[in-house]
C-alpha cells in the first residue's frame, strides 16, 4: 500500500513537472507563417497559441469555408440542392414569363429565386455545390469565424425578392399560363368546329 502511495506521488509529480516546464518555456509570442515555409514546424516549439483574434492562421487556398452566393449570377437551376447530401440548401424558384436578364458569363435568366436558404448549421463543407454550379455564383470563401448566439442566425438567405415581389411573379405565371390554356382550348375547339 506505501509502495502504491509512493508510485502515485511520483506518477502525478512527473506529469506536474512537464506541466510547469512547458508552461514557463512558451513566452513567446507565434510568427504567422505559411504552411508551405520549411521552418513551419519548427516555430511551433515555445509557442503554446496564437493571440486570436489580434493573431489568425493563414487560410490555406483550397480551405472549405463559409460559402457565398452571388444571386445576380445564379439561373436557379437547383443542381446546388440537389447534390447537397445533408439538404442544407434551399430554393424556391419561379418560372418567369420571359428572359429577364443575363449573368455574367452572358447565361439568359429565366427563373426566379424567391427563395435561396443555406443552413451552415447543417453544411459539412464538402464543395460538391460549387462544383456542380454551371454559372459558377455559389463559392467557398475564406471566411470561417461567424460566431452567432442562435442556430437560427446560421441559416444565411441569399434571395433580394421581398415576398411581394415573388407574390407578383407568381400571379404573372399563372396569368400567362391561363391565356395559353384558353388559346390552346380555343384552338382545338376550332377544330373541332372545322371537321
Not at 16 to 34: D, E, G, M, V, Y
Not at 97 to 126: H, L, N, V, W
Not at 135 to 140: G, H, S
Amino acid at each position: 500500500m506505501f509502495k502504491n502511495a509512493i508510485h502515485g506521488f511520483s506518477t502525478a509529480w512527473k506529469g506536474l513537472s512537464l506541466t510547469i516546464r512547458h508552461l514557463f518555456a512558451s513566452n513567446a509570442k507565434r510568427k504567422i507563417t505559411p504552411i508551405s515555409n520549411d521552418n513551419y514546424f519548427k516555430s511551433l516549439e515555445g509557442t503554446n497559441t496564437i493571440q486570436y483574434p489580434k493573431q489568425q492562421l493563414p487560410v490555406p487556398e483550397v480551405g472549405r469555408y463559409q460559402l457565398e452566393v452571388e444571386i445576380d449570377d445564379c439561373i436557379v437551376c437547383d443542381l446546388c440542392a440537389k447534390i447537397c447530401p445533408v439538404d442544407c440548401i434551399d430554393i424556391e424558384s419561379i418560372k418567369a414569363t420571359e428572359a429577364f436578364g443575363q449573368t455574367s458569363d452572358g447565361s439568359p435568366k429565366r427563373i426566379y429565386a424567391a427563395k435561396f436558404d443555406i443552413d451552415m448549421a447543417k453544411c459539412m463543407y464538402c464543395g460538391l455545390c460549387t462544383i456542380v454550379c454551371p454559372t459558377e455564383c455559389i463559392i467557398m470563401t475564406n471566411q470561417y469565424d461567424r460566431t452567432v448566439f442562435e442556430l437560427k442566425d446560421l441559416t444565411y438567405g441569399f434571395s433580394d425578392m421581398t415576398p411581394e415581389d415573388a407574390a407578383e411573379k407568381r400571379a404573372l405565371l399563372d396569368k400567362q399560363v391561363a391565356e395559353r390554356q384558353a388559346a390552346k382550348l380555343a384552338a382545338m375547339n376550332k377544330k373541332e368546329g372545322e371537321a
